[in-house]
Each structure stands twice: as structure tokens, then as C-alpha cells.
């Protein structure tokens, strides 16, 4: 038996290190903020419709719409899980969030 901890939730597979979380959206996109004129003006990604955050809960936001596309085309490539070592940009955005 391996050691470790294990989800045995439907929703996840794998160790409590590399949790790798079942697929739980269909549609990606990238959105512009509702006020242009905001000094806040920060592009948001959506997941079905829903924006998406960081497991610290904070909201996916970027200054530059480039990077905001590039993370959402990582999103996007994901099949029927989400495998981290697969969203590199995802996985820096989580460690540093405050640099976007």
C-alpha cells in the first residue's frame, strides 16, 4: 500500500502533494473588466462562466490581455483532468500572485 495521503473523492486523483483535480468546466474565456477607465483594469478568466481563483481564492486577474489568453489556452488544453505539470504559467501565478 502506498504511503501518503489519498482523496477519495470522485473529483481528485492521486496523493495530497500532486492532487491532480478531475475537469469541471467546459468553456474558457477571457473577459475585459466592466470599467476601462478603472486604474484596476485587469483582464479575468471565466470558467463556465464563472471566474476562476487560485486555491488561496484570489481571482485570476492580468493587466496584460496576452497573458490572460495564455492561461486560458492552458486551461483549455486540458482534457478530462487537470494536470498541473501540464499549466506552468498557472502554477507561477499561484506561487506568485502579486507580481501580475
Do not use: C, W
Request: charged share 25%; hydrophobic share 40%; aromatic share 12%.
Amino acid at each position: 500500500m502506498k504511503r501518503g495521503l489519498t482523496h477519495q473523492s470522485k473529483r481528485y486523483v492521486g496523493n495530497a502533494v500532486n492532487v491532480i483535480l478531475k475537469k469541471f468546466y467546459k468553456r474558457v474565456e477571457v473577459l475585459p473588466p466592466k470599467d476601462p477607465l478603472s486604474s484596476a483594469y485587469k483582464f479575468s478568466i471565466f470558467l463556465d462562466g464563472k471566474v476562476s481563483k487560485t486555491p488561496s481564492q484570489r481571482q485570476l486577474q492580468f493587466r496584460k490581455p496576452e497573458l490572460a489568453y495564455l492561461v486560458a489556452a492552458e486551461f483549455d488544453s486540458q482534457d478530462q483532468y487537470l494536470i498541473p505539470s501540464t499549466m506552468p504559467l498557472v502554477r507561477i501565478i499561484q506561487i506568485f500572485p502579486l507580481m501580475l
